[in-house]
């Protein structure tokens, strides 16, 4: 008998998983301060293109491959082609990365939560934060060490054990039932904080720094840069994610016509986002007298140490500071289980496991690993690196050598846009190919070309150069080493691999 693959009980469920993806802590915390340090208003213009040519027609590319060949992204890249497959497994690595720090994020953030009732952070947020809380030590110190610190062990056991939990359910009754709830109640907590956000005195005052257009901007090729870096980052597009829950799709899917909707919502949340959270710098450069510009500083300060800083002076900070965290908890978990579901649904279908071994073989591994690296005192130096180096370098050549195999090597874009065509509302033309076998390989190539040469010469935050070496470069050529031996791994006696018919189209099992 071959193992059964989960599957989504219709589009709806599939819809709000993949918002359930796509909206994370980048729109929470990434998108304002990209769009603020790149040209403010004008920023909309590079954004809009880059989402027009690049993300969402590499959505596309995502659903057409995980729900024609459906598989995970190993399988489904080895049914296209037997010499794919490395690609497949490349994704899934990369999300094996990602998801070992993601959960470090989240437990911050549950502590913040609840923080807020008490504000326990004080009058010095940015002591409190790297001090007493995560005692980090700084850049210049990173090393690898097993200092460990309780405060930050125990909600990140807590976040591997509700990760676990929620993907042993399965996917319709783990992944998309959780995302059914989480979702509406993340939109209702964010736009209570937008609209409290837009009373704090100042607010106005922020929104202008952020809409201010400076066209001048758009002459600068780091603007385009951040713009599509920002859209393939936020959109989950090239992980494996959009990837593997389209292969949990029926047959018979509007597969573009939910990837319009699943893009925009996940815009319509990034602009929401930036507004209430310059409102609330606008606030804050005023209550604490200064520039705008030296409040809103981006990444991970702006969550947790401008935030509390906020929650400190507001009239309603607690209700700010539940309301800010709580939507960082549900916005991140439920991107935080599309990234282990890659590397579950990658193991279930090559050793034709079930669920619930399938989850627990990779489910408890990395949360020990997660464990034994990320809740220490070099854990935010960690976090840093291997979050710069998987996103700049490894998500960026995994998408750059997959499109061009795709469209140059395997002349496999014809054959995608059929399948999407196919029961599809919205149609993709030709124009669909060249984006994705000419646009998106230039500016992925142009991206990739500059940020190596900008990291040779610069090196990495400040941070010993050994340490970049291992955790940076090492980790990136790893995962490429190791997607090889994975590919090498046979497929086991349950796993249906060539189950496909003449059309191409998947024999039922
Ligand atoms: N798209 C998510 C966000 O905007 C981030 C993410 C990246 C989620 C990769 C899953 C995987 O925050
Ligand atoms: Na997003």
Redesign the pocket.
Known sequence: RKANRGAFSGRNAFIFAAIG???????IW?FPYVAYSNGGGSFILPYIIALVTAGIPLLFLDYAIGHRYRGSAPLSFRRLHRMTEPLGWWQVMICFI?GIYYALILAWAIRYFLFSFTKEWGDDPATFFTETFTHSVPAEEATFGLDFVPGVAIPLILVWVGVIGVLIMGVQKGIARFSGIFMPILVVMFVILVIVALTLPGSGAGLDALFTPDWGALTDSSVWVAAYGQIF????VA?G?MLTYSSYLKKDEDLTGSGLLVGFSNSSFEILAGIGVFAALGFMAQSTGQPIDEVAGGGIGLAFIAFPTIINQAPVGALIGVLFFGSLVFAGFT?MI??IEVIIAAIQDKLGLNRVPATLVVGVPMAVVSLLLFPTTTGMNLLDITDAFVNNFGIVAVALVATVTLSAGFGALPTLRNHLNRSSSFKVGRIWQMFVGGVAPIVLGYILINEIQRTVAEGYGGMPGWFVNVFGWGMVIALVVMAFLLTSIPWGERSNVHVLDSDGDLIPP
């Open positions: 993806s796509a909206v994370g802590l980048g729109n990434r990602i980052f936020s959109l989950s992980f994610i991107s599309s990234i």
